[in-house]
Nanobody, 126 residues
Framework: QVQLVESGGGLVQAGGSLRLSCAAS????????MGWFRQAPGKEREFVAA????????AYADSVKGRFTISRDNAKNTLYLSMNSAKPEDTAAYYC???????????????????WGQGTRVTVSS
C-alpha cells in the first residue's frame, strides 16, 4: 500500500509561482514512477507532468512545458511540482500519482498509475 499526501496548494496571482509537494509513505518511494495530474471544474482529469524513478527523465503536457518543473527527492520520499508564470487556466485540483509497475518508465496516462493522493487545490487569479 502507498499513501500519497499533497500539499502547497492555494491562491496565486497570474504570473506568480507556487510549489506543490507530495509526501509518500508505505513502500520504497524510489521504486515508483511518479506523476502529477489536474482536474479543473467541469473538466476531465488531465496529465501535467511525470518523472522516472531516478528523476533522470521527465515529461510535460504542452500546456505547462517551460513553466512547470517536476522533481523528486528520493531521500525525503517527496515529489514536487514547481509552477511558474501561473495562468488562470492552471486553476484546478492537482493530484500526485504513483506507478508501481516495473515496466513504466514515464507515465503520461492515468491507467498507468496505481495510487493517487487526495488532491490539493490551486486557484490562479487574473
Amino acid at each position: 500500500q502507498v499513501q500519497l499526501v499533497e500539499s502547497g496548494g492555494g491562491l496565486v496571482q497570474a504570473g506568480g509561482s507556487l510549489r506543490l509537494s507530495c509526501a509518500a509513505s508505505g513502500r520504497t518511494f524510489s521504486n515508483y514512477a511518479m506523476g502529477w495530474f489536474r482536474q479543473a471544474p467541469g473538466k476531465e482529469r488531465e496529465f501535467v507532468a511525470a518523472i522516472s524513478r531516478s528523476g533522470g527523465s521527465t515529461a510535460y503536457a504542452d500546456s505547462v512545458k517551460g513553466r512547470f518543473t517536476i522533481s523528486r527527492d528520493n531521500a525525503k520520499n517527496t515529489l514536487y511540482l514547481s509552477m511558474n508564470s501561473a495562468k488562470p487556466e492552471d486553476t484546478a485540483a492537482y493530484y500526485c500519482a504513483a506507478s508501481t509497475s516495473t515496466w513504466v518508465i514515464i507515465g503520461t496516462r492515468e491507467f498507468l498509475y496505481d495510487y493517487w493522493g487526495q488532491g490539493t487545490r490551486v486557484t490562479v487569479s487574473s
